[in-house]
């Protein structure tokens, strides 16, 4: 089975540092055009939603750091306004999309109803903050845990599926923190060596 979220995130990260190349100005507006046409290819391929879900989350979460302040000047104003109507909007999109699951038009509100619930999600951070270490931990890693649990998911043939769980569960947490360190190692020493040409 093809790991079709690292497929579009490898695709989006590569059209994000071409953007950037181009014109860091109109980042975003360069990253909503290649989404569109990589939407046109996609749904000629007959992908699943999944791929257009996180396509456009990504052009959201773009979309979303280069309005950051005024995002947040909006949430500090309208506190549980911001945060009644995301997620209404969110309960409403994802509410069509469900009723009317397998149209087409309706694949257009899977991708809304995310990104009404992460807003939701954030406006809900403003006043609730995590300073746990495991969460940090998790946060600084999230990318790499999702990529190697579904590996080591696959890979461990416990007979029991306690000990398959939990021993996945450890595995994944030690090989995310070695390939963690590795990647860190590698670009603080990149990094050293650019500092060292400036």
């Known amino acids: 089975m093809e790991d079709w979220f690292i497929h579009v995130i490898v695709i989006q990260y590569i059209v994000f540092f071409l953007a950037s190349k181009i014109n860091k100005r109109y980042l975003v507006t ?9 939407t046109v290819i996609y749904f000629c391929m007959n992908k699943p939603i999944g791929w257009f879900n996180a396509l456009w989350l990504f052009a959201f ?10 995002i947040i000047n909006i949430i500090n104003k309208y506190y549980y306004q911001s945060l009644v109507v995301s997620f209404i909007c969110f309960v409403l999109s994802g509410y069509v999309f469900a009723l009317n699951k397998g149209a087409v038009w309706a694949n257009v509100f899977k991708p809304v109803s995310g990104m009404f619930l992460c807003l939701c999600i954030c406006i809900i951070m403003r006043k609730c903050r995590l300073n746990s270490p495991i969460v940090m931990w998790g946060g600084h890693r999230s990318l790499y845990l999702y990529i190697v649990h579904i590996a080591v998911w696959s890979l461990v043939r416990a007979g029991n599926a306690i000990v398959r769980l939990w021993v996945a ?9 070695i390939i963690y360190k590795m990647i860190t190692f590698v670009v603080n020493f990149c990094d050293k060596k650019n500092h060292l040409k400036s």
């Not at 979460?61 to 005024?70: C, D, P, V």
């Not at 569960?169 to 923190?177: G, N």
């Open 169 to 177: 569960l450890l595995v994944t947490i030690l090989v995310t923190e």
């Open 61 to 70: 979460g773009m979309f979303a750091a280069k309005y950051k302040e005024k």
């Open 30 to 38: 360069i990253t909503i055009g290649a989404d569109s046409i990589l």
